[in-house]
Structure formats: structure tokens, C-alpha cells
């Protein structure tokens, strides 16, 4: 995106790192907690683990990685995109994640796709996707969204047929739900 303006700040947690690692602020009375062996926490160690770890620096390469989220099979794509199944390494949260490539992405798609990460973050909805978080890389735009193992409607309506009375009216009450807020 021009400007980076959806760039993922991944080294928020980095600074905090240094301090813990770095042995030239210990005073005399820390001598005996400088002799032990450095805690981190889970979040550290995984931050540690992506910028040493010769086997996540591997993952991230391959694509089998993206930040936080180890990537799974592909569960959908669309003329720009395709999704994947991922999960958060220390979480272990399912989320869908949306990957773009940049270079098919001319002038208007790219437009298009600021608005539409725009809006969804500024939306918060039980009956609408929800955005996480973008991950901007100089080849691709990882969009990590809420995982809806339900499928879409299309596909439910072309795989069981159609819905019942029931389902039907409680499937509409939902988009007009999502629709009015929106």
C-alpha cells in the first residue's frame, strides 16, 4: 500500500528483548540473577525464535509461516487472493488468512482493497468477518481475519440445497442484522 500505511509494526516486543538480554545494566546486586538462565515469557522466546530459530526463519521463507501464524491448507481463493487456514503459534487460534499478491494488483484493485481494509477495521459485528491484523510484505499483503468453519452461504446453498423455513429466517435476520449496522 503507498505509504506503508498498513505496515504490521512486528518489533513492538524486540525492545524489551534487548533490555532483558543485555548484561550491561546489571548492578551488583543482580550478580546471582545474571548467573541464571533468562525467562521469557512465551511471546519472547517466540519473537526470539523468528529472528534466531533457524527452523522458524525456515517456516517464515517458505511461506509456511506468516509472523505469529503457522500456515495450514488453502481453504478458498478469489481472482486476487486466496485463503488459507492458519493458527496462532501461541494462541493456537484458528484464523483465515487472506493472501494478496501485490504485483496482480493494479491501481484501482489496490483502492478497493484500502477501502475494504478500512472498513473492516473499523467494524466489530457478530455476523461480520472480523479483521485482526495485516501483515505487509514486499511481495504480498496477509490479511488475518476471524475463522468461519462454516462456509459461506453460496456454497451451503449449492452443496445441501435449499434452507429450511427455520434456517432461512434466522440466516436473513442475520444479514439484516450485519447490514443495518454496517
Same mark, same amino acid.
Given at each position: 500500500? $503507498?505509504?506503508?500505511?498498513?505496515?504490521?509494526?512486528?518489533?513492538?516486543?524486540?525492545?524489551?528483548?534487548?533490555?532483558?538480554?543485555?548484561?550491561?545494566?546489571?548492578? $551488583?546486586?543482580?550478580?546471582?540473577?545474571?548467573?541464571?538462565?533468562?525467562r521469557?515469557? $512465551?511471546?519472547?522466546?517466540?519473537?526470539?525464535?523468528?529472528?534466531?530459530?533457524?527452523?522458524?526463519?525456515? =517456516?517464515?521463507?517458505?511461506?509456511?509461516?506468516?509472523? &505469529?501464524?503457522?500456515?495450514?491448507?488453502?481453504?478458498?481463493?478469489?481472482? &486476487?487472493?486466496?485463503?488459507?487456514?492458519? &493458527?496462532?503459534?501461541?494462541?493456537?487460534?484458528?484464523?483465515?488468512?487472506?493472501?494478496?499478491?501485490?504485483?496482480?494488483?493494479?491501481g484501482?484493485?489496490?483502492?478497493?482493497?484500502?477501502r475494504?481494509?478500512?472498513?473492516?477495521?473499523?467494524?466489530?459485528?457478530?455476523?461480520?468477518?472480523?479483521?485482526?491484523?495485516?501483515? =505487509?510484505?514486499?511481495?504480498?499483503?496477509?490479511?488475518?481475519?476471524?475463522?468461519?468453519?462454516?462456509?459461506?452461504?453460496?456454497?451451503?446453498?449449492?452443496?445441501?440445497?435449499?434452507?429450511?423455513?427455520?434456517?432461512?429466517?434466522?440466516? &436473513?435476520?442475520?444479514?439484516?442484522?450485519?447490514i443495518?449496522?454496517?
Amino acid at each position: 500500500m $503507498p505509504g506503508g500505511q498498513y505496515q504490521v509494526a512486528s518489533t513492538k516486543f524486540h525492545h524489551s528483548l534487548y533490555s532483558l538480554t543485555d548484561s550491561s545494566d546489571v548492578g $551488583p546486586e543482580d550478580e546471582e540473577e545474571a548467573d541464571a538462565p533468562l525467562r521469557l515469557t $512465551p511471546l519472547q522466546k517466540l519473537t526470539v525464535d523468528m529472528c534466531k530459530d533457524e527452523k522458524t526463519i525456515k =517456516e517464515l521463507i517458505i511461506g509456511r509461516r506468516v509472523g &505469529f501464524y503457522k500456515v495450514r491448507g488453502e481453504i478458498g481463493y478469489g481472482t &486476487f487472493s486466496r485463503v488459507k487456514l492458519a &493458527f496462532h503459534a501461541l494462541t493456537r487460534d484458528k484464523v483465515a488468512l487472506k493472501i494478496l499478491d501485490r504485483m496482480r494488483l493494479d491501481g484501482q484493485a489496490q483502492r478497493l482493497l484500502s477501502r475494504e481494509i478500512t472498513s473492516m477495521e473499523s467494524l466489530q459485528h457478530p455476523n461480520v468477518v472480523r479483521l485482526y491484523e495485516v501483515v =505487509e510484505t514486499p511481495s504480498r499483503l496477509y490479511l488475518v481475519l476471524e475463522y468461519a468453519g462454516g462456509g459461506d452461504l453460496h456454497n451451503r446453498i449449492c452443496n445441501e440445497g435449499k434452507l429450511s423455513d427455520s434456517a432461512s429466517k434466522i440466516t &436473513f435476520a442475520q444479514v439484516l442484522s450485519a447490514i443495518k449496522f454496517m
